[in-house]
C-alpha cells in the first residue's frame, strides 16, 4: 500500500512537502513516483526516485524547484515543492513503477496511493 499525505493550502511562493509511506510489500524494484491531476486536466507525470540508487527524474515544468528523495529506512518517499504557483494545484498521487517501464507515462504504474489535495492560492 501507499499512503501520500502532506497536501494543504499554500501561497504562491510557499513550500509544501508530501510523503509517502509504503507498506505490505517491498519496492525496490519499482521506481517511486508523484503524479497530478488539476481540475478538468490529465493525470501528468511530476518526478520520480529509484529506491536503490536514489536517480531522480523530474517534468520540465518542476524541474528547479521540486526535488524527490527516500528513506529508505522509513520505506518513505517525499516530494519537496518549492517556490509554488497557482499552476501547481492540483491532486498529487504517489504510484510505484517497475524498474525498465517508461515512468514517464501513467500506465506504467502498478500501483497507486490516494491522492493528497495541493492548493497555492495567488
Known amino acids: 500500500q501507499l499512503q501520500a499525505s502532506g497536501g494543504g493550502l499554500v501561497q504562491a511562493g510557499g513550500s509544501l512537502r508530501l510523503s509517502c509511506a509504503a507498506s505490505g510489500r517491498t519496492f525496490s524494484n519499482y521506481r517511486m513516483g508523484w503524479l497530478r491531476q488539476a481540475p478538468g486536466k490529465e493525470r501528468e507525470f511530476v518526478a520520480a526516485i529509484t529506491w536503490s540508487g536514489g536517480s531522480t527524474y523530474y517534468a520540465d515544468s518542476v524541474k528547479g524547484r521540486f526535488t524527490v528523495s527516500r528513506d529508505s529506512a522509513k520505506n518513505t518517499v517525499y516530494l519537496l515543492m518549492n517556490s509554488l504557483k497557482p499552476e501547481d494545484t492540483a491532486v498529487y498521487y504517489c504510484?510505484?513503477?517497475?524498474?525498465?517501464?517508461?515512468?514517464?507515462?501513467?500506465?506504467?504504474?502498478?500501483?497507486w496511493g490516494q491522492g493528497t489535495q495541493v492548493t497555492v492560492s495567488s
Open positions: 504510484a510505484a513503477s517497475p524498474l525498465g517501464s517508461n515512468y514517464y507515462y501513467l500506465s506504467s504504474y502498478d500501483y
